[in-house]
């Protein structure tokens, strides 16, 4: 009886081997399933990106004023939403849509004779899309009349803009609006309803860059406009703009203008401005006598533009223009060279240079511009030949710049840009993205 026990119980009882290679296989596969190996859970490719959207196009809609917008899935699995935008000038940037399931949009809210740009981004698995952009001018609206044509403006008589057009074509009483745009007045209605198909703008300053814009109405519906851009001379009896305007830096830190007078007799005395991004205009001589003039409160390795104008028989001529670049300091390494920035890593800008020839401890001053927020300072002493900039946000455009430093003597800039892609795991933008002007 107890030999037939014993048996039982050896029969009930797994041997160790067996058990030894249950429990192997049991771990194994508990780490092919950390490791996302297994499938029970995870099918294959479902942690993948999908792949960008294609065949985009573009159809005009079948009535009204309209933009429509048509674009293609990304490829791959899984809920796909979509976000858009418009911006134009008039009414700033627009948010159209944040969780648009299609694959098409028609945006029926547009003017007339309107620049639009949209923007549209995929979002899948909370991971957004770098934006597939596109822009587009509106018609006028149904029935308008032609925008007025060959429109052109002279100046036969100093001081007297004189703007002229041809009627469009069809019948009907047509009016016509007119508009003068210009950097030190901004914009100015000259005319709402004038019959003429000429005008004369009287109200204009020398030497000064106009532009015109004149629409047709017909019927109350006004047609897209007509655009001419018109720089105004001297007055009358002005000498002739100096000659052969030149800049240079022989000197560091110097810079020389040199010019030419206008031809005639007379005194003629010189009036000169600097303009840069940094100070704005700065006057620099009001009734300089020599054709030379050294402007020596410059900044190394910063763009300047420089006007003179010549005044004979008190009237100023118009103006002469050069633009500038000073150089490095006197003693400046050389700017790093080879600059390059990469995104290897989605979300990290690695910049990459060449350290300046010659020796002695350098340093490096790095520095970051966007749209989104300005200028930033990354680095002001740094000694390695790479930074990786981390702080950065997808689908965005940024500027670097860096300089080197040796012996406190700074180099002129090395730039570089470079376009951020899409946040990791991400779908491909909406690709080939156009919009048509729908119903015309």
């Given at each position: 009886?107890?030999?037939?026990?014993?048996?039982?119980?050896?029969?009930?009882?797994?041997?160790?081997?067996?058990?030894?290679?249950?429990?192997?296989?049991?771990?194994?596969?508990?780490?092919?399933?950390?490791?996302?190996?297994?499938?029970?859970?995870?099918?294959?490719?479902?942690?993948?990106?999908?792949?960008?959207?294609?065949?985009?196009?573009?159809?005009?809609?079948?009535?009204?004023?309209?933009?429509?917008?048509?674009?293609?899935?990304?490829?791959?699995?899984?809920?796909?939403?979509?976000?858009?935008?418009?911006?134009?000038?008039?009414?700033?940037?627009?948010?159209?849509?944040?969780?648009?399931?299609?694959?098409?949009?028609?945006?029926?809210?547009?003017?007339?004779?309107?620049?639009?740009?949209?923007?549209?981004?995929?979002?899948?698995?909370?991971?957004?899309?770098?934006?597939?952009?596109?822009?587009?001018?509106?018609?006028?609206?149904?029935?308008?009349?032609?925008?007025?044509?060959?429109?052109?403006?002279?100046?036969?008589?100093?001081?007297?803009?004189?703007?002229?057009?041809?009627?469009?074509?069809?019948?009907?009483?047509?009016?016509?609006?007119?508009?003068?745009?210009?950097?030190?007045?901004?914009?100015?209605?000259?005319?709402?309803?004038?019959?003429?198909?000429?005008?004369t703008d009287t109200n204009v300053q020398p030497d000064t860059g106009y532009w015109y814009d004149v629409w047709a109405t017909r019927n109350s519906l006004e047609s897209v406009k007509a655009t001419v851009v018109f720089r105004t001379g001297?007055?009358?009896?002005?000498?002739?703009a100096p000659g052969n305007l030149t800049a240079s830096e022989e000197t560091p830190g110097t810079v020389v203008l040199s010019w030419d007078a206008p031809a005639g007799d007379g005194d003629t005395t010189y009036r000169i401005a600097r303009?840069?991004?940094?100070?704005?205009?700065?006057?620099?001589?009001?009734?300089?006598?020599?054709?030379?003039?050294?402007?020596?409160?410059?900044?190394?390795?910063?763009?300047?533009?420089?006007?003179?104008?010549?005044?004979?028989n008190s009237l100023e001529s118009v103006k002469a223009t050069v633009a500038f670049r000073t150089g490095a300091a006197a003693g400046a390494p050389d700017a790093p060279g080879s600059l390059t920035a990469s995104e290897d890593t989605p979300?990290?800008?690695?910049?990459?240079?060449?350290?300046?020839?010659?020796?002695?401890?350098?340093?490096?001053?790095?520095?970051?511009?966007?749209?989104?927020?300005?200028?930033?300072?990354?680095?002001?002493?740094?000694?390695?030949?790479?930074?990786?900039?981390?702080?950065?946000?997808?689908?965005?455009?940024?500027?670097?710049?860096?300089?080197?430093?040796?012996?406190?003597?700074?180099?002129?800039?090395?730039?570089?840009?470079?376009?951020?892609?899409?946040?990791?795991?991400?779908?491909?933008?909406?690709?080939?993205?156009?919009?048509?002007?729908?119903?015309?």
């Amino acid at each position: 009886m107890d030999g037939k026990i014993q048996v039982a119980r050896l029969l009930r009882r797994p041997p160790l081997s067996f058990v030894l290679r249950v429990g192997v296989l049991a771990l194994v596969a508990s780490l092919l399933s950390f490791a996302g190996l297994a499938t029970a859970q995870d099918p294959p490719g479902s942690q993948d990106p999908p792949s960008q959207p294609g065949n985009l196009d573009a159809q005009m809609g079948s009535s009204g004023l309209q933009v429509v917008l048509s674009w293609d899935a990304p490829a791959g699995d899984g809920a796909t939403t979509y976000r858009i935008q418009r911006f134009s000038t008039s009414d700033g940037t627009v948010s159209l849509a944040t969780a648009q399931t299609a694959t098409t949009y028609t945006d029926t809210n547009v003017q007339p004779d309107t620049t639009y740009w949209y923007d549209v981004w995929a979002t899948r698995n909370s991971l957004e899309s770098v934006k597939a952009s596109v822009s587009i001018t509106t018609g006028a609206a149904a029935g308008a009349p032609d925008a007025p044509g060959n429109l052109t403006a002279s100046e036969d008589t100093p001081g007297e803009v004189v703007l002229s057009w041809d009627a469009p074509a069809g019948d009907g009483a047509t009016t016509y609006r007119i508009q003068r745009l210009s950097t030190s007045y901004g914009t100015v209605s000259l005319a709402t309803a004038q019959t003429a198909t000429t005008f004369t703008d009287t109200n204009v300053q020398p030497d000064t860059g106009y532009w015109y814009d004149v629409w047709a109405t017909r019927n109350s519906l006004e047609s897209v406009k007509a655009t001419v851009v018109f720089r105004t001379g001297a007055p009358a009896g002005a000498p002739d703009a100096p000659g052969n305007l030149t800049a240079s830096e022989e000197t560091p830190g110097t810079v020389v203008l040199s010019w030419d007078a206008p031809a005639g007799d007379g005194d003629t005395t010189y009036r000169i401005a600097r303009l840069s991004a940094s100070d704005g205009t700065v006057s620099l001589a009001t009734a300089q006598t020599g054709t030379t003039f050294t402007d020596s409160n410059v900044q190394p390795d910063t763009g300047y533009w420089y006007d003179v104008w010549a005044t004979r028989n008190s009237l100023e001529s118009v103006k002469a223009t050069v633009a500038f670049r000073t150089g490095a300091a006197a003693g400046a390494p050389d700017a790093p060279g080879s600059l390059t920035a990469s995104e290897d890593t989605p979300g990290e800008v690695v910049l990459s240079w060449d350290a300046p020839a010659g020796d002695g401890a350098t340093t490096y001053r790095i520095q970051r511009f966007s749209v989104s927020d300005g200028t930033v300072s990354l680095a002001t002493a740094q000694t390695a030949t790479s930074y990786t900039d981390s702080n950065v946000q997808p689908d965005t455009d940024y500027w670097y710049d860096v300089w080197a430093t040796r012996n406190s003597v700074e180099s002129i800039k090395a730039s570089v840009s470079i376009t951020t892609g899409a946040a990791a795991g991400a779908p491909d933008p909406p690709g080939n993205l156009e919009a048509n002007i729908g119903g015309l």
